[in-house]
T-cell receptor, first 110, second 114 residues
């Protein structure tokens, strides 16, 4: 099976940079997803990493290292609206159903 | 393009009752998955349907069941409700549930058991 670990909660200041880590243990996977979920709303897709390295998409970037078993989501120029839960999920080959971590609740304060 | 629609948004039931939740996927999406989300356990996979067939199943008791219709709409049923079934139930759709296809989630049904 898969084991995914994320910090439960993080706080950061508006305008700053924050890195949300996700470590995993799995025998194999296609790629890794990141989703954002605001309180009371549906999770929305942020990124998908297949290859090692950093993928940048505006203020958000996602990094994957298969050899080290970890990924991170980097959020730059934080805004208050970035306060949300961030979920990483493994895209596993067998079932094609992603396995989600428990999510990291990010609180951005002024 | 309309997103994933779940009904109802909120539901209150009592122990022992049963409930049916509905999900309409994005037009053209054939894979529909159901998840249970609670503060303690996060997103737990229930099952996935594709072309009216249950293709994948999570580790939930048989009280949790589902089905998919020919138009890809899906329903989830929970029988003999327990207090621990109180949760947000999320439905997600993707084109075919294949590798690399992101899931598009509905806003969920908040189920409260009294």
């Amino acid at each position: 099976g898969q084991n995914i670990d994320q910090p439960t909660e993080m706080t950061a200041t508006e305008g700053a940079i924050v890195q949300i880590n996700c470590t995993y243990q799995t025998s194999g996977f296609n790629g890794l997803f990141w989703y954002q979920q605001h309180a009371g709303e549906a999770p929305t897709f942020l990124s998908y990493n297949v290859l090692d390295g950093l993928e940048e998409k505006g203020r958000f970037s996602s990094f994957l290292s298969r050899s080290k078993g970890y990924s991170y989501l980097l959020l730059k120029e934080l805004q208050m609206k970035d306060s949300a839960s961030y979920l990483c999920a493994l895209d596993t080959g067998g079932s094609y159903i992603p396995t989600f971590g428990r999510g990291t609740s990010l609180i951005v304060h002024p | 393009k309309a997103g994933v629609t779940q009904t109802p948004r909120y539901l209150i039931k009592t122990r022992g009752q049963q409930v049916t939740l509905s999900c309409s996927p994005i037009s053209g999406h054939r894979s529909v998955s159901w998840y249970q989300q609670t503060p303690g356990q996060g997103l737990q996979f229930l099952f996935e349907y594709f072309s009216e067939t249950q293709r994948n199943k999570g580790n939930f008791p048989g009280r949790f069941s589902g089905r998919q219709f020919s138009n890809s709409r899906s329903e989830m049923n929970v029988s003999t409700l327990e207090l621990g079934d109180s949760a947000l139930y999320l439905c997600a759709s993707s084109l075919e549930g294949g590798a690399g296809q992101p899931q598009h989630f509905g806003d969920g049904t908040r189920l409260s058991i009294l």
